[in-house]
T-cell receptor, first 110, second 115 residues
Framework: GQQVMQIPQYQHVQEGEDFTTYCNSS?????IQWYKQRPGGHPVFLIQ?????EVKKQKRLTFQFGEAKKNSSLHITATQTTDVGTYFC??????????FGPGTRLSVLP | EAQVTQNPRYLITVTGKKLTVTCSQN?????MSWYRQDPGLGLRQIYY???????DKGDVPEGYKVSRKEKRNFPLILESPSPNQTSLYFC??????????????FGPGTRLTVT
């Protein structure tokens, strides 16, 4: 079945450094979603990418969807302590089942 | 306030004792789903429902049942819980499109321990 992988599993950065997490699917996706989960919380939607090669920005966060719609990335510029949490990508199988990646846990040292 | 609610939030039970975790949403969403979250494995989909009376298996459906008799409710049933079902469970809902779904709203989670 469809598999979604994410790397790295963990990332420790100094506040102010940049951070990137990568998401790769074994199959072509109709779209991809990104979520953030703070420690002890529930996943919260960040963004959805639909088009091949799409790039979207939210303040310090930049999201990309690969040309083949099989990979994606999330880049955070100049991390802050409020960015701490686990970032998940989720592949959408044409409006049916979702497959989440295992997540990248980000810790930011002040 | 738009939200997804789950009950109970915490549950400790014994092997074999049937239990139900309720999930309700107030956003008139067609799509609802159950996930379990385990360390290092991320979120794995158990069951999902595209609309009332329409349910389908996700990646890890064994040992679980669901029903969707009303649009707003999507209970998760464990008829004979076992220790390997100890996990953090999330319910989620979203509007659904023809070719892809929209953002998912997650409930606060239910931490289940089966001894």
């Amino acid at each position: 079945g469809q598999q979604v992988m994410q790397i790295p599993q963990y990332q420790h950065v100094q506040e102010g450094e940049d951070f990137t997490t990568y998401c790769n699917s074994s199959t072509t996706l109709s779209n991809i979603q990104w979520y953030k989960q703070r420690p002890g919380g529930h996943p919260v939607f960040l963004i959805q990418l639909v088009k091949s090669g799409e790039v979207k920005k939210q303040k310090r966060l930049t999201f990309q969807f690969g040309e083949a719609k099989k990979n994606s990335s999330l880049h955070i510029t100049a991390t802050q302590t409020t960015d701490v949490g686990t970032y998940f990508c989720a592949g959408d199988n044409y409006g049916q089942n979702f497959v989440f990646g295992p997540g990248t846990r980000l810790s930011v040292l002040p | 306030e738009a939200q997804v609610t789950q009950n109970p939030r915490y549950l400790i039970t014994v092997t074999g004792k049937k239990l139900t975790v309720t999930c309700s949403q107030n956003m008139n969403h067609e799509y609802m789903s159950w996930y379990r979250q385990d360390p290092g494995l991320g979120l794995r989909q158990i069951y999902y429902s595209m609309n009332v009376e329409v349910t389908d298996k996700g990646d890890v459906p064994e040992g679980y049942k669901v029903s969707r008799k009303e649009k707003r409710n999507f209970p998760l049933i464990l008829e004979s819980p076992s220790p390997n079902q100890t996990s953090l469970y999330f319910c989620a809902s979203s509007a659904s499109g023809t070719f892809y779904s929209y953002e998912q709203y997650f409930g606060p989670g239910t931490r289940l321990t089966v001894t």
